[in-house]
Structures are given as C-alpha cells and as structure tokens.
C-alpha cells in the first residue's frame, strides 16, 4: 500500500452495507483509512437513502439483508445509474445469486469472509478508472467551456479535408446572411469576396494543406445580401494520431468597422495639407458640439477621470479640481446594483461599447439619472488607453415614469381593497400580499420584469369577490356546499373583469386572480391545475395570501398563532403549495415576518 495508491482511493466516497455489525466494524475499520469518505448503513432501506443523500462512487453491499436485500438495492442503484461500481458480498457460493448478481450488472462478487488484501487490490483498480474518468470529464467540461466561448465570442466554421462545410456557429450565420442548410455541405467560395485575390486562398490552402501548419490574416468576404465584411482569420488544420489531417477549424473576428475606418484614415492622408487644417477644423466644431449637448467624460484604463466637460460639473455639482484625479464611482449612487457596473466593465475592458441608464448622485446627495454611453478607445497598438463616456440627462423622464408607476400602483392598490374591503379585510393586506410576491419572486429568480409585474398585479388576486354576494362573503359560520360553490366563483369573476385588457400587469392580474386557489398536487380551483401548469404568479401569490390570511382576523375565523401556521406550511410542502418556494419561504423567513410588521393592521 504506496502513497501513489492512496492518492486514488482518497477521492472516493463509498457506500459500505452489512447487517452483522462486528463485521461491519471489522470492515468499515479497514475502509476508513484507505477511501476519502465512508458511509455505513446496515440495510438496503437505509443505504438507499445514503444513496440518494449523497453522491457515491462505490458501493459494497451484503445480500441478506432485513428490510432490502443487497439484490433489490442494487436494482434500485440501477435505475439512477447504470455506471456505478457496485460490490456484493456473500457467505452463498450460490449460482442464484450469481445469476440475479449477473442480471443486475454487479461489478464484482466478493465471498466471505473477505480477503482485506483482495479488496484492497480490486477496490484500487476501480478507483483508478473512476479518477481516469473524472479527468475525462473534467477536461470534456473544460472543452465545452472553451468552445462555448469561442463560439458566442467568434465567427467559427469547420471544414472536411477536402474544404467542405461541416459546421457554422450561430455568429458565422449573422454575419454572412446565409442559414445553415445552405452553407453546410458546400465550399467556402461561397461566401468569397471578387477583390480578395487568388493568390490569397492559394497561400491559405498551401499552408493549412501542405504545409499542415496554422494561417493567419485578414481577408475580405461577402454576405449573401453582396455586402463585404472584413475577418480577422485563424485557420487551424487538425491531425491524427498519425499526422493525417482530419479537418480544418477556422475562427474569426469582424473587423469591419476597423478595416472601413483605416482606408477612410488612408484616403484623407493622401489630401493637401489645407485639406487636413480643414479636416481638424471641423473635428474642433464636432467637439464644440459634442460639449454643448451632453455630459462628458474621459477617465484612464483604470476608471480615473481625467478630463470632465462643463455640464459634468453643474449636474454633478463637483468642481473639476474635485473631479480630476478621483475614480468614477464619486458620483455613483448606492441603489444602483454591483451587477451593472461589473457588465459594465467587462463590456469596455473587451473593447466594446456600454450603453445604459444610470442613477448616480451629486455632491449634495440628490439623484439624477443619465443616458450613457461609453467606449475604450485603443492605441496604435490596439491596447485600451482610456474611456471615453457620452452622457444624456434623463432625470425629468425618469421622475415622470416614476410618478406614472406610483399613480398606476396606487390605483391597483385601491382597486385590490375593494374587493378586501367588501369582504371586511384592511388594505394592508394587498400591500402585505404584494410585498410578499415580490420577495418570493426575487428569491425564485424571476426576471426583473416580471418580479415588478407580480409586484403590481398580485394586489388584485381577490378582485373578483366584487360579484360575490353579501351574504356569502361575509357569513360567519362554516359555508355550506352551495355557498362554498359560489365563493369559488370569485376566481373566475376576476379573471373575466381583466382578461381582455391589453396591459400586461392586468393580464397578468388576471392569471392570478384565475390561478391562485390552485394547489400544487391537483386539488385546487377553479380548473384544478397540478405543478407547473399553474403559472408562477398563481404559485407565488397563493403562498403570499395564504400566509397573510392565516396571520390574520377574518369573519369567519380568528387570526393563528406563527408557529400553527408554520406547521401547516411544513405539511402542505408539495401538496397545496410548490416545495421549492416554501423552501424558500421558510429560509427567509425573517424578512417575511419583517414585511408583515412593517404593514401591520
């Protein structure tokens, strides 16, 4: 027993199953030292349960077993994963479990009482191949990564020995305007461009060809529409073992704009010397322009402001001696999420251009929000030497918008407490009800148009109880079947009043007021919708008003105590309501209850 074999077998987790217990301390004694974890169970049911707890990469396991025996298990193990090495041991030199042993597809039968040498040696070899395949994987997972890159990052085309199409990414498609069916299985002289010369294509072909080596240059094509597009190519032939070329893999970077911009340079180079005073001159009036209309600033690689315009001065009310020297986030305001300023950076530091709005702050603290634009701008070597950013103040639209959501939100508000008010509920409770949506929604991982769409629709889950009667909303006692028939009703009625509105917070209104009273297994109203065919506002909102509606007085009950409702949530966990969101309900629990105080009736 080396060091270089312990290495491998210190990767392994292993499942040991015995339902004699001195030999499973004999043995698990032995295993302890040599594998990396160790699990023990003493019989198939509880080994099944290890099993699905943790990922395991050897099991060894009895037969005679209560409760499951080692055969059963085994089948179980094979139903999730066929691969698995699994391990029996024996007393029996029966040939009936050597068949039943064979039919399962165990790795190997170990008889007792068990050879520690042997099993050591065969426990080894197995984790060797496991170790071999992880690295596999690994590096297959790796690849992937790579390749993924390249291909949303690049123009990418590969080609069989003889320059046939055999693959296109999605990039490669865009810009030469062809579809797939029409590139694979044809020569890349389709997309060849009239002025790239032949001797350009014949120095490619000798060198990837003949030569078997790697080609890089620039080289003009045209898309299908006739339009030419510059790429920046690598063109790479792959061998064999054997020093065969198998294939050719080609990718490239669109390059036109700057292959445009160099022989627009070339042409003004070629004017008199008056025509360049000329040329300057109107770049100094463009500036002046630039200055007039918007907030400028240019800062170096590393986000310092080295330069600010006059209108960056008045909206950010800094002086430039302030300004000059400092980094960028001076004026950053703390609502705006870590988020956008790190796309932002990537963005720019890849050399593209970053267009947003952003909520920065000036020297006395007050908001303000800006139309941006920024971009590298590179040197001679193409290396960035500086940002350059374009600013429009929006601060007036985005006040407007905000006074128009708040004046929308306001109304829905109201128009959620007619309903609540009609059954003698408070208005806190469409606000508690809203707040919660929108928490779970954040938690669940909604986008933020929908999270702000639930956020303001979900107050008018209950609209529909406008056309429930009196005498039925408000009764004290127990409904009977009839009246509890009409109740349902409010569902319906509420999905009626909004469903042909053409708002998309009134459709979605609409799919709660329809969908919230549906249960996750099935036995909800009014369509009796089961799991993920109930919309997630539905799924969300029902825990949101289940939750406020227990924790509160209603006609016909009175308000319960957390803990009761808590245990009621703990046993409706994929019955009533979708497991993961009450996970999630229940992890954050603190900012729930923090909600529901802050909204108190």
């Avoid at 800094?318 to 988020?339: F, M, N, Q």
């Avoid at 009626?496 to 996750?520: C, P, V």
């Amino acid at each position: 027993m080396n060091s270089d074999d312990l290495k491998y077998l210190k990767e392994i987790t292993l499942l040991y199953v015995e339902d004699e217990p001195q030999l499973q301390e004999q043995i698990a004694s032995f295993l302890k030292d040599i594998v990396g974890k160790l699990y023990l169970a003493s019989n198939g049911e509880e080994a099944l349960e290890l099993y699905k707890q943790h990922e395991m990469d050897m099991v060894i396991t009895d037969i005679t077993m209560p409760k499951m025996n080692g055969i059963e298990l085994a089948k179980n193990i094979r139903l999730d994963n066929e691969n698995l090495p699994i391990f029996i041991t024996s007393a029996h030199n029966s040939s009936d479990y050597f068949i039943q042993a064979i039919e399962v597809g165990i790795s190997k039968f170990i008889l007792k009482p068990i050879d520690i040498e042997k099993l050591f040696t065969t426990l080894l070899r197995y984790a060797k191949n496991i170790a071999t395949l992880k690295e596999k994987e690994n590096l297959k997972n790796i690849l992937e990564q790579y390749k993924n890159i390249v291909d949303e990052k690049s123009i990418v085309s590969k080609t069989d020995s003889n320059g046939i199409i055999t693959y296109v990414n999605e990039p490669f498609m865009t810009i030469s305007g062809y579809k797939k069916e029409e590139l694979i299985g044809n020569n890349h002289n389709l997309i060849r461009h009239p002025d790239t010369p032949r001797a350009v294509f014949e120095d490619i072909w000798r060198t990837i060809k003949v030569k078997k080596q790697i080609w890089r240059g620039n080289i003009k094509n045209r898309s299908k529409k006739g339009e030419s597009y510059y790429v920046d190519s690598l063109i790479k032939p792959i061998l064999d073992l054997d020093g065969n070329i198998i294939e050719f893999i080609a990718i490239r970077n669109d390059i036109t704009a700057l292959e445009n911009t160099k022989r627009f340079l070339q042409k003004q180079n070629v004017k008199k010397n008056a025509s360049l005073k000329d040329a300057l001159k109107n770049f100094s009036q463009y500036e002046s322009i630039v200055n007039e209309n918007n907030i400028v600033s240019r800062t170096n690689p590393f986000g310092i402001i080295t330069y600010v315009n006059e209108k960056f001065l008045k909206i950010s009310q800094y002086s430039k001696e302030e300004l000059i020297g400092s980094p960028h986030s001076i004026v950053r305001h703390e609502d705006t999420a870590d988020e956008v300023y790190q796309n932002m950076w990537q963005t720019i530091l890849a050399g593209k251009v970053w267009s947003g709005t952003l909520k920065n702050k000036n020297k006395s603290g007050k908001s303000y929000y800006v139309d941006t634009v920024i971009a590298p701008i590179f040197d001679k070597e193409n290396n960035i030497s500086e940002f350059l950013s374009i600013r429009h103040d929006i601060t007036s639209v985005i006040s407007l918008h905000q006074e128009l959501e708040d004046t929308q939100r306001e109304i829905i508000y109201r128009m959620g407490e007619i309903g609540e008010t009609r059954s003698k509920e408070t208005g806190n409770h469409v606000k508690r009800v809203a707040e919660y949506s929108k928490l779970l929604a954040t938690l669940y991982g909604l986008d933020k148009e929908q999270i702000s769409h639930l956020f303001m629709a979900s107050p008018m889950h209950d609209i529909g109880k406008v056309g429930i009667p009196d005498s039925v909303l408000n009764k004290p006692g127990k409904l009977t079947s009839e009246e509890w028939d009409i109740m349902r009703e409010h569902s319906e009625i509420g999905y009626n009043i909004l469903k042909t509105s053409n708002r998309e917070i009134l459709q979605a209104a609409a799919i709660i007021s329809l969908e919230h009273h549906e249960k996750w297994n099935g036995t909800g109203y009014p369509k009796g919708l089961k799991e993920e065919e109930i919309h997630i506002f539905g799924r969300i909102t029902a825990i949101a008003d289940v939750f406020d509606a227990l924790g509160s007085d209603r006609c016909y009950k009175k308000s319960w105590e957390l803990e009761k409702i808590l245990e009621l949530f703990r046993n409706q966990r994929g019955k009533h309501f979708e497991p993961k969101l009450v996970d999630l309900f229940f992890e954050n629990l603190d900012k729930f209850l923090k909600i529901r105080d802050k909204y108190v009736d």
